[in-house]
């Protein structure tokens, strides 16, 4: 079956690196996503990656794929107090659908 | 720099109801969905659209639920009889439909069935 798994929360002190992870049990999951909800906003899409590639780097942020494990992180640089919000992890597979299939979220909190 | 919108920001009806939620997706993108996220729960999908039909539904999405793209710009979700388990955050969202297969989000309407 389809499920991805978050942890709930993570606090890290302004300046440092937070790494959020995340699981995933579909191994035809292709198409995998980091999405991020400030309070009462949107989804905002950060950034994505290729089932076939192992790691993505875009500025501040650095995606780790573990297709063998199927574990998935979102590293943060320099953390700063307005990352502060829910991150979700999400999934899809190739094809006409492409239906996105969420975790939880992990709310990060930024203490300055 | 374009963006999904929705209409109205949050809505309360009446168990019983029928509610539109109203989604302006991206101009050029040709995908269109929509999700609902529970408060306290995941985000779920409902339903994708595309060349004025629907590609995929899931399970919640019962005879209660409809979808029309009724003009080149909008795109709407109807919930006929609307039940307070309905209550919940919806989102829309589309993309171009090319790969990385991006979704772009919309703010959400907050539907509350009293």
């Known amino acids: 079956g389809e499920d991805v798994e978050q942890s709930l929360f993570l606090s890290v002190r302004e300046g440092d690196s937070s790494v959020i992870n995340c699981t995933y049990t579909?191994?035809?999951?292709?198409?995998l996503y980091w999405y991020k909800q400030e309070p009462g906003a949107g989804l905002q899409l950060l950034t994505y990656?290729?089932?076939n590639m192992d790691m993505k780097q875009d500025q501040r942020l650095t995606v780790l794929l573990n297709k063998k494990d199927k574990h998935l992180s979102l590293r943060i640089a320099d953390t700063q107090t307005g990352d502060s919000a829910i991150y979700f992890c999400?999934?899809?597979?190739?094809?006409?659908?492409?239906?996105?299939?969420w975790g939880l979220g992990t709310s990060l909190a930024v203490n300055p | 720099e374009p963006e999904v919108t929705q209409t109205p920001s949050h809505q309360v009806t009446q168990m019983g109801q029928e509610v539109i939620l109203r989604c302006v997706p991206i101009s050029n993108h040709l995908y269109f969905y929509w999700y609902r996220q529970i408060l306290g729960q995941k985000v779920e999908f409902l339903v994708s659209f595309y060349n004025n039909e629907i590609s995929e539904k899931s399970e919640i999405f019962d005879d209660q639920f409809s979808v029309e793209r009724p003009d080149g710009s909008n795109f709407t979700l109807k919930i006929r009889s609307t039940k307070l388990e309905d209550s919940a955050m919806y989102f829309c969202?589309?993309?171009?439909?090319?790969?990385?297969?991006?979704?772009?989000f919309g703010p959400g309407t907050r539907l509350t069935v009293t």
């Open positions: 969202a589309s993309s171009e439909g090319i790969i990385p297969y991006e979704q772009y």
């Open positions: 579909d191994s035809s999951s292709t198409y």
């Open positions: 999400a999934e899809s597979k190739a094809g006409n659908n492409r239906k996105l299939i």
């Open positions: 990656i290729f089932s």
